[in-house]
DNA sequence: AGCCAGGGTCTGC
DNA sequence: GCAGACCATGGC
């Protein structure tokens, strides 16, 4: 991976990278493709349109300040892929889906953001989580340069009735985002801390959260904590599991198990040939 | 109209 | 420990 300047923008060559589906396979609810092919979002607090040409991926006017203080990170940018992708094909079925969904990284995003986002997520389609997600920053977040809304913080929204909700039409979910906001913004849970504790204690300390169960914990630890061993479940992966792996996912490919977790989902739900339409349903 | 969505809670056995 | 009703909302 190299990168440079280039007329205020910041090019990164970057083979094997799909922007689209690192952005669009259901770990961030935040960025939006524009007509152009581009992307635009928000990330700890910083707004970014981003473009992927071919092997470049151009990220708008950025700095190279801007560029390896925040951006490298957020899209996981100086770990070796390949080196996974090669371990975890000695698996037929995450072979299949690597070579369909292999462009994708798993994003380093805020903590807070992700567990929020994946409480609103339960019993919920992808389309409508990005709404609502939406209409939470809007309400509750700040108004950043380009017109759009950071991510409201866990304080922001601790003192807040589920009824205040009610511009997110979140429905029952309202009252958990709030519980969330209050362990957080308390110090009862914090955040920092479970990024340092063993998993099994991080997954008993989250799901004291309420709307917190099992998946959201996987979720947030995945997604918020950059757990590559966390494994979410969702109806899909039950799908998969039934279907690709009847005597349990191997033990051997558990410490990369979120990373294939993510290609196997991605390919599954959005690749017609991938699993038979029976098993599609229930 | 009815079913489904990156599920979880609560109750009853 | 486990099944089943219920939970809001919107798209198909």
Known sequence: MNYKSQNGDLIVNLPDFSLSDTLDCGQCFRFEPLEDGSFHGVAKGRPLTVKQENDNIIFFKTSEQDFEDVWLEYFDLNTDYNQIKEFLSEDETIKKACSYAGGIRILKQDPWEA???????????????????????????????????????????????????????????????????????????????????????????????????????????????????????????????????????????????GIAQQYIFHYIRTCKDAIPDEYRKK
């Open 115 to 257: 567990l929020c986002t994946f409480i609103i997520s339960q019993n919920n389609n992808i389309p409508r989580i990005k709404g609502i997600v939406s209409r939470l920053c809007e309400n509750f977040g700040e108004k950043l340069s380009c017109g759009c809304f950071s991510f409201p913080p866990a304080e922001k929204l601790a003192c807040l009735y589920p009824e205040d909700l009610a511009p997110l039409r979140s429905g029952f979910r309202a009252k958990y985002i709030i519980d969330a906001a209050q362990k957080i913004a308390s110090g009862q849970i914090d955040l920092p801390k479970i990024q340092s504790m063993p998993i099994e204690q991080a997954r008993k300390l989250l799901m004291t959260i309420k709307g917190v169960g099992p998946k959201v914990a996987e979720c947030s630890l995945l997604f918020g904590f950059y757990k590559t061993e966390a494994f979410p479940i969702d109806v899909w992966m039950k799908r998969a599991l039934t279907y690709y792996y009847k005597d349990g996912f191997p033990e051997k490919f558990r410490k990369y198990g």
